[in-house]
């Protein structure tokens, strides 16, 4: 299968599954995908993204191996929103190695505090950060700061309520 040919039939979750079901546990065919993903034009990147997602369900640590290339793309001005959502959705739900940390911490306090970031990256971000901020609890307090000053803005209902169940847990 040619991954980008294949994302590029349609736009679709039957689509996304099917290549990631291709891709299976195979690390060259994985590989093939996340070089779309970080790289190519935009529309094909945004639809990668829906199957780097899926991949990542199915197969959470396969990505492990590509968080130091995504977390770097991250940085990148211009940046699609796609990637920085998808790669902010996969950091939520799993273990982020020790020296992506520093980084990871920054562009999520970035993203969470810029209201122009769409709210599904600025809610992810918000994860992010409070699951780091187990390990570092210096970081809790800029984290509820940030949080309480969005709801007396008044945010959208998904900040609200992911941002409601992290305070809760002060």
């Known amino acids: 299968m040619n991954i980008r040919e294949q994302i590029l039939t349609e736009h679709s979750k039957e689509n996304a599954e099917a290549i990631a079901d291709w891709i299976g546990t195979d690390k060259s065919r994985l590989k093939k995908l996340i070089d779309i993903f970080l790289y190519d034009e935009y529309r094909v990147v945004q639809w990668a993204a829906f199957v780097i997602s899926r991949v990542a369900d199915k197969h959470h640590d396969l990505l492990t191996p590509h968080l130091d290339s995504m977390v770097a793309r991250m940085k990148e001005p211009n940046l699609h929103v796609a ?3 998808n790669v902010l959705r996969i950091l939520q ?4 190695p020790e020296h992506l940390h520093g980084d990871i911490m920054n ?5 969470l505090a810029n209201v122009q970031e769409p709210i599904a990256v600025r809610v992810f971000s918000m994860t992010v950060l ?3 901020s187990k390990q570092y609890p210096e970081i809790k307090q800029e984290l509820h700061a940030i ?3 969005e709801l ?4 959208s209902a998904g900040f609200t309520s992911r941002a409601k169940k992290i305070l809760k847990r002060r």
């Open 107 to 111: 562009l999520c306090f970035d993203s």
């Open 147 to 149: 949080i309480e000053e």
């Open 130 to 132: 409070d699951n780091l």
């Open 152 to 155: 007396q803005r008044g945010a």
């Open 83 to 85: 990637v920085k959502r």
């Open 93 to 96: 739900d799993r273990q982020i």
